[in-house]
């Protein structure tokens, strides 16, 4: 074994190193290849150099070869391939598959040395000094080094708004106490830029419809020691007309623009409604779709906000394929005419899907799902959604340990989602970009388990659904009832469920009438070093019905004659994104979550929260070295043997704590690798068994920990995810035996059958 693995080691040594020769076969000859460059600073480090070398990387040209685990391997294929003559193997060689070499031919030095000057003399460094060298290497390779001296950065002193008594410059007047150039800051281009586009903002505000941020001019005087003093003030050449305020004349919606009949549209008359004019001729949109849509009225002052509300809310209906807002303005007046030219999508569509999934606990399965949706139902741009799906999953590879390892389950949904908030009383309109919804539902579901039971769930849903800003969320369900009517249960899960009076109340008939409200924080982007993801769920049930219900000669409560739901059910989870690198990316998550149940209960044990509602652990987007439903709660444990075990992985609580760490690195655009740890536990609020219950004494005892890696391959559209993880702490075991990282041996078949879980999903872990 250990001289097969020296041979590989020699071989995989040798190829590395004729690939590594090969560097440079097609490189002419007098030329050399370009490994790319690196700067240096000559004089003290500024302390923004980091970001100031990455601004001045991104500026070198030409970029060297791109490389893969730190191997040119485009550029080692494209030598192994000779000058194509036709389709064949060179052709894909150089042409599809390799990538030329990059000569130092290519590279401009005085050019660069110019553009990174200019770049550090924007960011306030006058007298900065930049010069390059070429250091050649070997007979065949050259990189280039960048030696930078910044000498001193100049600082604003003063600020001055050199405006005249007109409307525009009373205007700009204004906006001097919200300057972003202060005095003592460093001078930067950007935030020169960025104050103009602040003014500009502002006046686009107040009326000055045609003034763009060429017109300001911002001069600088760096002739004073270390310092600079800035002069705004706007250009003499600009024009009359962006100096005038405008107010709308009229507004024109075109609910079913065409280009090809641009003419015979605008010659319509259309109707005018409150205070704009719709033209629809096809009466393919009742007047009151756009009640709530268009900010822009006759006779007011022209606002950039409305305008850009406007345009997002008449996008945001979903309706609508393109929306072109164009403006006009009246001749020799301030008053300008809107026209917003609407191209609806097709009314009507069909989806029909297909998918297979792969589940932490040996469960693979299939789904099939049609969506029939009409955009514009009821002529008010309502999306009426009808979906119809069926799947079926089975158990393959590992530990058989159920009786039943087949499963099928049948799905029907009707949602109706309204572009506005719903309200019998009083009309809201928040003035935001975001169309606010109203959504109803109605649903059925069947999960059946030949041999075991059948699980008959009815649901109804209304709420509301807006965005607040950019980032944050809203979701409000005053009304959510879910009705559980379970059927076909064997002999044998009958016997099982008299032996575990928690799964009898789990998997029984369950009635939940009840609420939930959730908001969500989330302003994640790859451009951002630190990002956030937060979201908050409460989730209440039974509370008035526990009102209005009569009690039972048996101390219990009914609705309609059947038994329901009374629980208080919380959870919170927080995540950051912080990027290392351009490649490296390292994410943690907290999850945090709590239900109490309570009311009477027919059987006269402890209440327990629905099986729907209740909280579980392990599985590919949990901690992935337990599989799902088998962790916990607390220190118990079913082993094989149990009958619970052979019958359904049923381990739920009523609280859990999860926390994750993650490290991804992306050494390409198609492939990631991660390195992971999990943690947590779940646990049931109270119980006769003490190793269920939570205690703060003793929790943190009773959480189990993962390890492991991962691959995976994003295809943009869709990311295919490989998780595998294994156990270091299994709180099930006695106390000083849990951490088990000294039995970790993968080249014990035994451990690894017991231990290592292979995770395959779509989509991120979190």
Known sequence: MIRTLQHILILASGALLLSACSTTRTVPEGD????????????????????????????????????????????WLYNLGNEPKGKGLNHLLRNKWGEAPVLLSQFKGQHTEDIL??????????????????????????????????????????????????????????????????PDDNYSLDKIKEERERIHDYLKENGFYYFTPDYLLVKVDSTLKGKVDLYLAIKKTTPPVALRQFYMKSVTLYTNYDLAEDSIQRGNEGIQYQNFKIIDPDSLYKPIVFDRSVFLQNDSLYRLSSHNITLQRLVNLGTFKFVRANFRPARDSSLLYANFFLTPYPKRSLQFEVSGTSKSNSFVGSQVKISARN???????????????????????????????????????????????????????????????????????????????????????????????????????????????????????????????????????????????????????????????????????????????????????????????????????????????????????????????????????????PFVKQFFSGGSNSIRAFRARTLGPGSYHESVNDSTNLLLANAAGDIKLEG????????????????????????????????????????????????GLGLRIDASILLVRFDLAFPLRKPWLPEGERWVMKQINFGDGAWRKENLILNIAIGYPF
Do not use: C
Not at 36 to 52: C, F, Q, R
Not at 474 to 494: C, M, R
């Open 32 to 75: 050399r290849l370009y490994t790319g460059a690196t700067i240096k600073w000559d004089d003290k480090k500024p302390k923004d150099y980091s970001e100031l070398e990455s601004g001045m990387e991104d500026r070198i040209r030409p970029n060297p070869n791109r490389k893969f685990l730190g191997m040119p391997i485009k550029l």
């Open 117 to 182: 000057t200019s770049y550090i003399e924007d960011n306030g460094y006058f007298q900065s000094e930049v010069d390059h060298e070429i250091n050649n290497k070997g007979s065949k390779k050259a990189s280039v080094k960048f030696t930078v001296t910044p000498h001193h950065r100049y600082t604003i002193r003063r600020v001055r708004f050199d405006t005249d008594t007109g409307l525009l410059g009373k205007h700009i007047m204004q906006t001097t106490g919200g300057t972003i150039l202060k």
């Open 375 to 609: 955009r514009n139902f009821q002529h008010r741009a309502n999306l009426l959604e009808v979906n119809l799906g069926g799947g079926f999953e089975t158990q393959v590879g590992g530990k058989t340990t159920q009786l039943s390892t087949n499963a099928y389950s049948l799905n029907a949904e009707v949602a109706l989602t309204l572009p506005r908030f719903f309200t019998p009383v009083i009309k809201f309109n928040p003035r935001t970009p975001y169309v606010p919804r109203t959504r109803f539902s109605v649903g059925y579901e069947l999960l059946s388990r030949p041999n075991l039971y059948n699980l008959n769930a009815f649901n109804m849903q209304y709420g509301y659904i807006w965005k607040q800003t950019r980032y944050l969320d809203h979701a409000l369900y005053p009304v959510a009832i879910t009705y559980v009517l379970p059927s076909k249960e064997s002999d044998e899960f009958q016997q099982q469920k008299e032996q575990d009076p928690a799964l009898a109340q789990s998997v029984s008939k369950q009635f939940i009438l009840g609420s939930n409200y959730t908001i969500t924080f989330n302003n994640q982007s790859v451009e951002k070093y630190h990002s956030f993801y937060a979201s908050f769920n409460a989730d209440i049930a039974g509370n008035l019905a526990g009102l209005l219900a009569k009690k039972q000669p048996d101390g219990t409560k009914r609705v309609f004659n059947n038994d329901f739901s009374q629980y208080l059910r919380f959870n919170i989870e927080g995540r950051h994104y912080f990027k290392l690198s351009e490649k490296w990316r390292w994410v943690n998550r907290l999850y945090a979550g709590y239900g109490y149940a309570y009311g009477k209960t027919p059987l006269g044990i402890p209440p327990t929260l």
């Open 660 to 707: 994750n760490s993650e490290l991804r690195f992306k050494p390409a655009s198609l492939l990631e690798i991660a390195a992971f740890i999990d943690a947590g536990n779940i646990w049931l609020g109270q119980s006769e068994d003490p190793r269920k219950a939570f205690s703060f004494s003793r929790f943190s005892k009773e959480l189990a920990v993962g390890a």
